[in-house]
């Protein structure tokens, strides 16, 4: 079946430091990857995606390149900022677009000033 | 534009009670969701709406969880009797139709059964 795998956490992290959380996933065919952030109080955002392989989404200083040779799809930021804690969930779609989601188990991220 | 509604935003309950949650989508959006978080596991698709007709209810958890989107707008999600493990965070989401590569999800209703 479908299903994504994250690096389990929590993650702890000084200001400015650099962030990868890892995902990888199992599906059959080609599904659409997202990553969605839930910040303190508030509801699940989308935060980038991506809908083929070597597609790379980015948004608000985080990235994901789509990598179907290693079943991959880690997020990554260069330097991260206190306002990035949040808990982050990797995802996929199996049917094109954002249609019934399977998430990974989430990863808390705190970062400490 | 208002996004996605949910309510209550938390809700306890004693084990053998109903209780109902409710989301308001996305004005226009055909399609809506509705996901559950048990525990800190992972976020597991219940069920899938297009306007009010069932497209996917694959997983629902047993027969205890009653859905409904009278009209096609918001939707109810009734458990009754609630149970222990019925206990997490319930998330609704909607997307426009056809093939949209963006669902907007709500803040989650909070369910604990006691």
């Known amino acids: 079946g479908n299903s994504v795998t994250q690096m389990e956490g929590p993650v702890t992290l000084s200001e400015e430091a650099f962030l990868t959380i890892n995902c990888t996933y199992t599906?059959?065919?080609?599904?659409?990857l997202f990553w969605y952030v839930q910040y303190p109080g508030e509801g699940l955002q989308l935060l980038l995606k991506?809908?083929?392989?070597?597609d790379k989404g980015s948004n608000k200083g985080f990235e994901a390149t789509y990598r179907k040779e290693t079943t991959s799809f880690h997020l990554e930021k260069g330097s991260v900022q206190v306002s990035d804690s949040a808990v982050y969930f990797c995802?996929?779609?199996?049917?094109?677009?954002?249609?019934?989601?399977?998430f990974g188990q989430g990863t808390r991220l705190t970062i400490n000033p | 534009e208002a996004g996605v509604t949910q309510f209550p935003s938390h809700s306890v309950i004693e084990k053998g009670q109903t209780v109902t949650l409710r989301c308001d989508p996305i004005s226009g959006h055909d399609n809506l969701y509705w996901y559950r978080r048990v525990m800190g596991k992972e976020i597991k698709f219940l069920l899938h709406f297009v306007k009010e007709s069932k497209q996917d209810e694959s997983g629902m958890p047993n027969n205890r969880f009653l859905a409904e989107r009278t009209g096609g707008t918001y939707s109810t999600l009734k458990v009754q009797p609630a149970e222990l493990e019925d206990s997490g965070v319930y998330f609704c989401?909607?997307?426009?139709?056809?093939?949209?590569?963006?669902?907007?999800f709500g803040q989650g209703t909070r369910l604990t059964v006691v």
């Open positions: 991506a809908t083929k392989a070597d």
């Open positions: 989401a909607s997307s426009p139709g056809g093939g949209a590569t963006e669902a907007f």
């Open positions: 599906a059959t065919g080609y599904p659409s």
């Open positions: 995802a996929l779609s199996r049917i094109q677009g954002a249609q019934k989601l399977v």
